[in-house]
Structure formats: C-alpha cells, structure tokens
T-cell receptor
C-alpha cells in the first residue's frame, strides 16, 4: 500500500497545550497537504506545503516537511476544544493526480 | 474553490438493497472522485468519475458493486449495490486540484442492517 502512516493514532491534550502529529509517506511528492475531519464529515483543507518548502505557517498551524526522510509534522499551538477532530495528511505522487491519505490522528482537546 | 453538495447525509439500509449517493458541484470539473472511509480508518479511493466515459476503478472495487454515473460536468452519483454490513462506511465525493487542494462533500454515513 502507498498509504502514509501517521502517528500518534490518537492524542488527548488539555486546552491551551500544543498538539503535534506526524506523517510519513512513501513516494516522491509534489506537495503535502493536511486536512481536518470533524465527526466523520467531509474533510476540510488546512494547509499545503510544496516539496521545495521546509516550513509553513498559517495562524496557529505550523507544518514542516523533510523530503529526505519522507515525513511531515503538523503543530497546532494553543489548542482549543474546537480543534477536536481527526487530522489527515495527503500527498500527490509526482506524475499522478491521485491523492493518498495517511492513516490519520484523532485529536481530542479537553476543556 | 468548489462547493459540493452531497446527499443523503446518512441512511440506514437493509441488506441486499442499494443506496445511491449524489454529489452536485457548483462549478464544472473534469474529474470527480469517490472515497470510502471504513469506521476508524482513512480514506480509500473507490473510483474516478469522468464525464462522458466509464469511471476508472481502483483495485478491489468493481463496477457491478459500485456503479457510477457522471452525466455532466457538475454532477455524479455513486451506487452501493447489494448491501451487506461490511459496506457500512462513510462515502465521500471530492473534486481535486493536485496543485492546491481537494474539496469534499459532507459525506454520507451508511449503516447496513
């Protein structure tokens, strides 16, 4: 399977703490994206990082990408209860149009 | 960007019946994608729906079980046929720009009893 792996599978933190989740992938990529899914609904795009970028910020989100290790991390700072969701990384292999989603991290932020 | 309206949002179906899921996009798109998300799992691509041609199915998915229609550039349906409890999943449609992002419908939660 080309599916990426994410860890941890589940993460429970207190409101105000930072949450870090990691993604590893298997193929060369054009970009890597992170998505959020609330309660089994549709996924919502959070941030995209291109293969020639190493770090990107968007509000409370910080994404890093290490193409030599084929890995990425998503940091959510100052977490809120509303951040409770599942988070998925997704890659598009070079030369294809298909997204490959990681296994996901279930984040629970306790108020 | 794209806004996708997917329905139904959920359904409970009897074994042996079928469920048809509809997705309407607010703009014309070349390809639409159908995913299955089994309980607690990630998304698995079922097929790519192109207007005017047969859908392209991924390994492990067949047209007889998951027939897809794509009558125009803004609409597609996925039918899950001859339902069994193993088909209980969330089904999602999307349109994707590999250079930017994917846009998803709200998902259809199917329970087969």
């Amino acid at each position: 399977s080309q599916q990426g792996e994410e860890d941890p599978q589940a993460l429970s933190i207190q409101e105000g703490e930072n949450a870090t989740m990691n993604c590893s992938y298997k193929t060369s990529i054009n970009n890597l994206q992170w998505y959020r899914q609330n309660s089994g609904r549709g996924l919502v795009h959070l941030i995209l990082i291109r293969s020639n970028e190493r770090e990107k910020h968007s509000g409370r989100l910080r994404v890093t990408l290490d193409t030599s290790k084929k890995s990425s991390s998503l940091l959510i700072t100052a977490s809120r209860a509303a951040d409770t969701a599942s988070y998925f990384c997704a890659t598009v292999a070079g030369g294809t149009y298909k997204y490959i989603f990681g296994t996901g991290t279930r984040l629970k932020v306790l108020a | 960007s794209a806004v996708i309206s997917q329905k139904p949002s959920r359904d409970i179906c009897q074994r042996g019946t079928s469920l048809t899921i509809q997705c309407q996009v607010d703009s014309q798109v070349t390809m639409m994608f159908w995913y299955r998300q089994q309980p607690g799992q990630s998304l698995t691509l079922i097929a790519t729906a192109n207007q005017g041609s047969e859908a392209t199915y991924e390994s492990g998915f067949v047209i007889d079980k998951f027939p897809i229609s794509r009558p125009n550039l803004t609409f597609s349906t996925l039918t899950v046929s001859n339902l069994s409890p193993e088909d209980s999943s969330i089904y999602l449609c999307s349109v994707e720009d590999p250079g930017s992002e994917a846009f998803f419908g709200q998902g259809t939660r199917l329970t087969v009893v």
